[in-house]
Structures are given as C-alpha cells and as structure tokens.
C-alpha cells in the first residue's frame, strides 16, 4: 500500500464549480499535513497546512480526519487560475534527535478548470 | 520567488555517467532536502542535510549521495547514471532551528530536469 494516495484524476471542471480532492495515508503516526499546488512544469508550492479541526483560507477548505487516515481539499467557486497539479503530502514524527525530516507526497491530481 | 536557487535547469546524461547538481539555500535556512519526482509522479524524498551532515534517508541506494556546505547550500550527486534517473530533482531549504528539531515551511527551488539517454 502507498504511503500517500489520491485520486487519480484527471478533473476537468467549469468555472465556477466545487471540486473536492480526496487522499488517504498509512502511517497512523503522521504528524503533519499538507495540500501543495504545483503547476505545469514548476516546483511544488504549499497550498496550506491541514488541522484536525478543518481550516479555510478564503475558496479553499482542507479537512482531516486522523482516525480514518483521510485528508481532503475542497475548491468552491473554481477559477482558470486553480487549474495545477494538487499534492497531498503528509510527514512523519520526527525521529529521535531531531529534524525536519521528509515530507510524503501523493502522486498528485491534475486539476483543469474550463472557461 | 521562493529564494532558493538549483543549477542547471537541464541536463542530458549518458547512461553510466555521474552528475552533480546544486542547491543554494534560501537565506537563514539551514536544511536542504532533496527530492526526485519522475514524470507523472509526486516527489518522492532522497535525503535531508542539516550542519553539514545527512539527517535522514529515502529508499534510495547510495549512488545517490550529498554534501552540505558551511554557507549551507547542498549538492546531489548520483553515480552510474541510470535511464530511470531521469526526473526533475527538486531541492528544498528550511529553517529548522539551532537544535534541528524544529519543523518549518520547506521551500523548494525550481528544479532541475535530468535527461539520462
């Protein structure tokens, strides 16, 4: 089983639409969590942090729910700009003596949003 | 823009051949990480370098190795290059405190695209 996975995909929505993400983990001793966006041939760029008690940040909503191993990102009201690549990404406890250590990235959704 | 530089932006490789690609970290950081992502794929993790030492390791074998300088810019290097080695890699520095326990923003640089032939 993968460490992280999300839907395939790929999404083509029109503007205006809602679009949910979905991503499971495995490692129940994960301690943070992470949407990343990545558009076409760039580096990753944190989206935001997702908490246990669900955040937002304005059309973007991110949910976590730690005792079924499942993340999601919902997009309401979708923009041509939205259109990239969204990364689900999860790291681990830090391990003894400290650091930063990985982040696990999921194989990512490719979102297109249509005029 | 994120600070955080990678050189060069392509290369094409023979198979066999070793390559080296760098990182500057952005400034105050003091961890680099580095990541490969193939094609179609999310990034998957190599290593992490923190004081110059390597603090933590992906699944992958030891052809792939690192340095970390005093100004705490990084280098990748892989030996014996394989057609799989192809993939952009991904470079990203953070600041994780004076004892390195602490975990903040990994901000990554744009890449560099290795083509092996």
């Known amino acids: 089983r993968k460490e992280v996975e999300q839907d395939p995909g790929p999404f083509n929505v029109p503007e205006g639409a809602t679009v949910a993400f979905n991503c499971t983990y495995s490692n129940s001793a994960s301690q943070s969590f992470f949407w990343y966006r990545q558009d076409c041939r760039k580096e990753p760029k944190l989206l935001m942090s997702?908490?246990?008690s669900g955040n937002e940040d304005g059309r973007f909503t991110a949910q976590l729910n730690r005792a079924s191993q499942y993340i999601s990102l919902l997009i309401r009201d979708s923009k041509l700009s939205d259109s990239a690549t969204y990364l689900c990404v999860v790291r681990p406890r830090s391990h003894s003596g400290g650091s930063n250590y990985k982040l696990t990235f999921g194989k990512g959704t490719l979102l297109t949003v249509n005029p | 823009e994120t600070g955080v530089t990678q050189s060069p932006t392509h290369l094409i490789k023979t198979r066999g051949q070793q390559v080296t690609l760098r990182c500057s970290s952005q400034?105050?950081?003091?961890?680099v990480s580095w990541y490969q992502q193939a094609l179609g794929q999310g990034p998957q993790f190599i290593f992490q370098y923190y004081r110059e030492e390597e603090n933590g390791r992906g699944n992958f074998p030891p052809r792939f190795s690192g340095l970390q300088f005093p100004n705490y810019s990084s280098e990748l290097n892989v030996n014996a290059l394989e057609l799989d080695d192809s993939a952009l890699y991904l470079c990203?520095?953070?600041?994780?405190?004076?004892?390195?326990?602490?975990?903040?923003?990994?901000?990554f640089g744009p890449g560099t695209r290795l083509t092996v032939l």
């Open positions: 400034s105050g950081h003091n961890t």
């Open positions: 997702v908490y246990s």
């Open positions: 990203a520095s953070s600041w994780a405190g004076t004892s390195g326990g602490t975990f903040n923003e990994q901000f």
